[in-house]
């Protein structure tokens, strides 16, 4: 079975422009999360999809990032303009639902702002 | 709120011997309690996971974690070490049924010597 797909694996760019991250959950997978994870910590969540609804955007930096699950599968987070300080590893998992379900983890993309 | 404790950044132990990461946690309710270990520049793989019913459990390569409810904690161990169980360890705890946001401890590195 495939696990979570993301690319692009490392991103380089200068501060100001924009970027996008993709994430393919593993099939049959209706929660997709976005975490964020800075050197040195754990994960944090960004955002939760179930299929297609954003229900926890609550640590969302709104004015900065946004993100999509148009079809229920696949998703994009969006960061325009991206600051010195969005330098980190953006995850995406997903899992199931339902109770005591288990996320599993994507390899991330290492984003660096110049 | 909720949150996970990691006292130790980096834990030491020497190949054969028995290793042990220590977790606590504060939830209200009934703990979900999840492990998960980072390799570099790779995602978070799933160890094990406690939800209920026995206290001691068996997860992934030989890993196996004791729920202390008097304790509020959530230790992982395994009784010999390998070398290629060198990586970042997480802790994870969420409040209960799904949807529930889970919240990550900042990690500990392991280093098994050979």
């Known amino acids: 079975e495939a696990g979570v797909v993301q690319s692009p694996r490392y991103k380089i760019i200068e501060k100001k422009q924009p970027v996008a991250f993709w994430c393919n959950p593993i099939?049959?997978?209706?929660?997709l999360y976005w975490y964020l994870q800075n050197l040195g910590q754990g994960p944090e969540l960004l955002i939760r999809?179930?299929?297609?609804?954003?229900?926890?955007d609550s640590q969302l930096p709104k004015d900065r990032f946004s993100a999509e699950r148009l079809k229920g599968v696949d998703s994009t987070l969006k960061i325009q303009p991206a600051e010195l300080g969005d330098s980190a590893v953006y995850l995406c998992a997903s899992s199931e639902g339902g109770k005591a379900d288990t996320q599993y983890f994507g390899p991330g993309t290492r984003l660096t702002v110049l | 709120a909720q949150s996970v404790a990691q006292p130790e950044d980096q834990v030491n132990v020497a190949e054969g011997n028995p290793l042990t990461v220590k977790c606590t946690y504060s939830?209200?309710?009934?703990?979900?309690l999840f492990w998960y270990v980072q390799y570099p520049n790779r995602g978070l793989q799933f160890l094990l996971k406690?939800?209920?019913?026995?206290?001691l459990v068996k997860g992934s390569y030989g890993f196996e974690a004791e729920f202390n409810k008097s304790q509020t904690s959530f230790h992982l161990k395994k009784p010999s070490a390998l070398v290629s169980d060198s990586a970042l360890y997480f802790c994870a705890v969420r409040r209960g049924a799904a949807g529930n946001k889970l919240t990550f401890g900042g990690g500990t590195r392991v280093l098994v010597k050979p």
């Open positions: 406690y939800i209920t019913g026995d206290n």
């Open positions: 939830v209200s309710g009934n703990p979900y």
């Open positions: 099939s049959g997978h209706n929660t």
């Open positions: 999809y179930e299929n297609e609804e954003a229900v926890d």
